[in-house]
């Protein structure tokens, strides 16, 4: 009985609580990060340092009244928050810090079918708001992130030709000599960027271009569903970030202390994120046409040689990965 | 049960029950400008139910090819450990090359031009 209950309801819930609180405390240091590299201090007035802020926001959506438009599909409104903040959570299941909370043979393609179903949500949302702004943002955050999947998807693949297998746990053991960002940093690079588009974060941020469409496909909500919104926005960098640790900059699973595994590999997801509010910081919006641009006539045809090389060199050169 | 569909129901009821308390929670009072679609401030011109651009459907649609394509191409992990490898690479490439093909053909009518 206790098994059952440890392995079903806390395993889960010691997951998931903390990345739900993940965000109240990264937050803080973010906002102080990015205040700081654009000359000015960031909040520091709620708690010693401003590090109470995040905690205080969080009250304050929740203590707000949610809107519910009159002229909006309402089962629609409610669901799409829901199903965003479900997906974010899940895709957290399968990620091996060093053993994953859900074990699954084929981590990877767990992770890439779920994560294409984050467009739901968004679509959802911006069709049952019933605003303009809101249809125009969602199609448009669409568009971007099924652009950007079909290369993450091709890109993946070649590093899992490399690596032998879809689960996540044999690329620790195909990083016990070197980070496979080294031999595959085309890829790498490529791949973060692909991330910072499929999570809309800067510079692909045109959804919530807030000079533009106000706050695109989530301009009708406020208050607790806006939270799930924001929730389910966080928990996808943090994953996405991790994913790139571990399948790019991976750290072997020493096997009598598991714990230094997981220090070394969030350490790193911490700077990669710092990597992202960085690049926040530092470059301008793009314009539509040319993320379309980037994606589709830069990303793709140099993946789909990628893929070629990937296949083609490791048969060549008798440098096949050993088979599970 | 699944540890898998345990985790799934885990975070399908956090969410459920963060929507309850929200609404809940506050204090509603709901009134008709509140409750009326956001257009700066303004009465909406016209129905947001609009018919929408063409490109968008268009990139669906491309998206939809070159997903099925990688569907294909996803068994590579372990077809390249087959015995014959010259198999896999010619089918492989032969998959690849079509998608190319594709690819070229969609981007000189015009197909990812503005392609928003």
Same mark, same amino acid.
């Given at each position: 009985?206790?098994?059952?209950?440890?392995?079903?309801?806390?395993?889960?819930?010691?997951?998931?609580?903390?990345?739900? *609180?993940? !965000? !109240?405390?990264?937050?803080?240091?973010?906002?102080?990060?990015?205040?700081?590299?654009?000359? !000015?201090?960031?909040?520091?007035?709620?708690?010693?340092?401003?590090?109470?802020?995040?905690?205080?926001?969080?009250?304050?959506?929740?203590?707000?009244?949610?809107?519910? #438009?009159?002229?909006?599909?309402?089962?629609?409104?409610?669901?799409?928050?829901?199903?965003?903040?479900?997906?974010?959570?899940?895709?957290?299941?399968?990620?091996? *810090? #060093?053993?994953?909370?859900?074990?699954?043979?084929?981590?990877?393609?767990?992770?890439?079918?779920?994560?294409?179903?984050?467009?739901?949500?968004?679509?959802?949302?911006? =069709?049952?708001?019933?605003?303009?702004?809101?249809?125009?943002?969602?199609?448009?955050?669409?568009?971007?992130?099924?652009?950007?999947?079909?290369?993450?998807?091709?890109?993946?693949?070649?590093?899992?030709?490399?690596?032998?297998?879809?689960?996540?746990?044999?690329?620790?053991?195909?990083?016990?000599?070197?980070?496979?960002?080294?031999?595959?940093?085309?890829?790498?690079?490529?791949?973060?960027?692909?991330? *910072?588009?499929?999570?809309?974060?800067?510079?692909?941020?045109?959804?919530?271009?807030?000079?533009?469409?106000?706050?695109?496909?989530?301009?009708?909500?406020?208050?607790?569903?806006?939270?799930?919104?924001?929730?389910?926005?966080?928990?996808?960098?943090?994953?996405?970030?991790?994913?790139?640790?571990?399948?790019?900059?991976?750290?072997?699973?020493?096997?009598?202390? #598991?714990?230094?595994?997981?220090?070394?590999?969030?350490?790193?997801?911490?700077?990669?994120?710092?990597?992202?509010? =960085?690049?926040?910081?530092?470059?301008?919006?793009?314009?539509?046409?040319?993320?379309?641009?980037?994606? =589709?006539?830069?990303?793709?045809?140099?993946?789909?040689?990628?893929?070629?090389?990937?296949?083609?060199?490791?048969?060549?050169?008798?440098?096949?990965?050993?088979?599970? | 049960?699944?540890?898998?569909?345990?985790?799934?129901?885990?975070?399908?009821?956090?969410?459920?029950?963060?929507?309850?308390?929200?609404?809940?929670?506050?204090?509603?009072?709901?009134?008709?400008?509140?409750?009326?679609?956001?257009?700066?401030?303004?009465?909406?011109?016209?129905?947001?139910?609009?018919?929408?651009?063409?490109?968008?459907?268009?990139?669906?649609? /491309?998206?939809?090819?070159?997903?099925?394509?990688?569907?294909?191409?996803?068994?590579?992990?372990?077809?390249?450990?087959?015995?014959?490898?010259?198999?896999?690479?010619?089918?492989?490439?032969?998959? /690849?090359?079509?998608?190319? /093909?594709?690819?070229?053909?969609?981007?000189?009518?015009?197909?990812?031009?503005?392609?928003?």
């Amino acid at each position: 009985m206790l098994p059952t209950i440890m392995n079903y309801i806390i395993n889960p819930l010691a997951l998931i609580i903390p990345i739900l *609180l993940a !965000r !109240r405390t990264t937050n803080s240091p973010k906002r102080k990060i990015i205040g700081y590299m654009q000359l !000015r201090k960031g909040p520091n007035i709620v708690g010693p340092y401003g590090l109470l802020q995040p905690i205080a926001d969080g009250l304050n959506l929740f203590v707000k009244e949610p809107i519910l #438009p009159s002229t909006s599909s309402q089962i629609l409104f409610i669901l799409s928050p829901m199903l965003a903040l479900t997906l974010a959570l899940t895709l957290w299941a399968p990620l091996p *810090l #060093p053993s994953p909370a859900a074990d699954l043979n084929l981590n990877i393609l767990f992770i890439l079918a779920l994560s294409s179903l984050t467009v739901y949500s968004l679509l959802g949302s911006g =069709w049952a708001s019933n605003s303009k702004y809101a249809l125009i943002g969602a199609l448009r955050a669409v568009a971007q992130t099924i652009s950007y999947e079909v290369t993450l998807g091709l890109l993946l693949l070649c590093i899992i030709i490399l690596s032998g297998g879809f689960n996540l746990e044999t690329f620790n053991v195909t990083q016990e000599n070197m980070w496979l960002i080294l031999p595959s940093w085309p890829l790498a690079a490529m791949s973060y960027v692909s991330t *910072l588009a499929e999570t809309n974060r800067s510079p692909f941020d045109l959804t919530e271009g807030e000079s533009e469409l106000v706050s695109g496909f989530n301009v009708e909500y406020a208050g607790g569903p806006f939270a799930l919104f924001f929730l389910a926005e966080y928990a996808n960098i943090l994953l996405m970030n991790t994913l790139s640790v571990i399948l790019f900059l991976g750290s072997s699973n020493t096997l009598f202390s #598991p714990e230094l595994m997981t220090t070394n590999l969030m350490t790193k997801t911490a700077l990669l994120s710092i990597l992202f509010l =960085w690049v926040r910081a530092s470059y301008p919006r793009f314009r539509y046409d040319q993320l379309m641009h980037l994606t =589709w006539k830069s990303f793709f045809p140099l993946t789909l040689a990628m893929v070629i090389w990937h296949l083609a060199l490791p048969i060549a050169l008798t440098g096949l990965p050993p088979q599970l | 049960m699944n540890l898998i569909i345990a985790f799934m129901l885990m975070t399908t009821l956090i969410p459920m029950a963060l929507m309850l308390i929200s609404f809940t929670l506050p204090m509603m009072t709901p009134d008709y400008e509140k409750l009326s679609p956001y257009e700066c401030g303004f009465d909406p011109l016209g129905s947001a139910r609009l018919p929408f651009s063409i490109r968008f459907f268009l990139l669906a649609i /491309l998206f939809l090819l070159f997903d099925l394509v990688i569907a294909l191409l996803l068994p590579l992990p372990w077809s390249s450990q087959l015995p014959l490898a010259n198999h896999t690479f010619f089918l492989a490439s032969t998959i /690849l090359i079509l998608l190319t /093909l594709g690819l070229i053909y969609e981007w000189q009518q015009g197909g990812l031009e503005w392609a928003e």
